[in-house]
């Protein structure tokens, strides 16, 4: 069976669970799954990269494509029978207003999915979430694919520094909710890490706050598992997720977690972590305290994280995928 996937054109910053697409091609092979990836040479900015992008799909029409989010518009130009598109999350139309979100909901969504073959999501809160901005969708034709783990993360066992925990938040778009865990850690004896770009005003909080930190950009994926592996807590507090791949990572680690409960984040944690109300700076301290002084808790967290992750595993995930291209016709 012969499947391309086409991968969107980079973009710098953030932490995109695109990757784990590149974790699958060595395993695919063993399931009887041909794969290649593409990555598109135009970036989805402006009318014309864009209609560059559909010319570009249209070399792969004779085999099942899979587009591996973000760019779905890319559907227009193959055949519909043998294509599959990922939809990562529905941010955009959540985030954008008007007729420019209209606009979206239109040549990103309903138009290019409903004359796909098949689409997957990265969780059941996403897909309801797609659901609910194009309703027209036959929800038997979304498939809920979860993200793997890397083969990077290992668990590392660490002890607790509960004098002055250091505590590691990945990402700083408007979503990662940064503002309200620098309010919620005023007064706390501990370091946070925050990795991602700041902008100013997150870094006169920072100041007026008092609260230590350090800031890294740019970071590898083999230093940003150093980072998980030196914490002593990972806050992924975020308003809206379609996956929440840190939950995850830190979950592999052995690291205690806390995460949001709305979105798709209490799906991908189970009982692993500590599930705070993001727009209540009170929750998100609550929880911090309570890890830092209750040793039973943080054992449980640990635990139950762990247990969780392996859900996550880069097989289980290839052969759900090999799943879907069974429904469609290679030729």
């Known amino acids: 069976m012969r499947v391309d996937l086409i991968q969107r054109h980079p973009t710098p910053g953030g932490f995109s669970v695109e990757s784990y697409f590149s974790r699958l091609m060595g395993v695919f092979p ?6 290649a990836l593409h990555t598109v040479p135009f970036p989805s900015r402006g009318v014309i990269p864009r209609v ?38 529905c941010g955009a139309l959540h985030r954008l ?11 990103w969504f309903r138009l290019p999915l409903q004359r796909v073959a098949a689409i997957s999501v990265i969780s059941d809160a996403t897909k309801t979430d797609l659901l609910r901005w194009v309703p027209t969708l036959d929800p038997a034709r979304v498939h809920v694919v979860p993200v793997s783990i890397s083969p990077l993360y290992k668990h590392v066992p660490k002890a607790f520094n509960a004098a002055r925990p250091r505590i590691l938040q990945i990402g700083t778009k408007y979503n990662k909710n940064v503002p309200r865990l620098i309010r919620a850690l005023r007064g ?5 890490v925050i990795v991602g770009e700041l902008d100013m005003d997150m870094r006169t909080l920072l100041h007026d706050s008092a609260v230590p930190y350090t800031n890294l ?3 590898s994926d083999e230093a940003l598992v150093v980072e998980y592996e030196n914490a002593d807590i990972v806050s992924f507090a975020s308003t809206f997720e379609g996956f929440g791949m ?8 052995g690291r205690p977690v806390i995460t949001s409960n709305c979105s798709s984040m209490p799906e991908v944690a189970g009982t692993g972590a500590a599930l705070v109300d993001p727009y209540d700076v009170h929750s998100i301290r609550t929880a911090v305290v309570r890890i830092m002084s209750d040793s039973d808790y943080r054992e449980f967290l640990v635990h139950e994280g762990f247990a969780n992750a392996a859900r996550y595993d880069n097989r289980r995930i290839a052969e759900q995928f090999r799943a879907i291209y069974d429904g469609i016709p290679s030729a």
């Open 52 to 89: 560059r992008t559909i010319n570009y799909v249209r070399r792969f029409r004779n085999h099942i494509t899979h587009i591996t989010g973000d760019i779905h518009f890319a559907a227009f130009g193959l055949d519909p029978r043998r294509t599959v598109v990922t939809v990562l999350d």
């Open 217 to 219: 950009i740019d970071v």
């Open 30 to 35: 063993n399931l009887g799954v041909d794969a």
């Open 246 to 253: 840190p939950i995850v990572e830190a979950q592999t680690v």
């Open 97 to 107: 207003r008007g007729i420019t979100r209209e606009a979206m909901r239109q040549l």
């Open 188 to 192: 706390l004896p501990c370091h946070l």
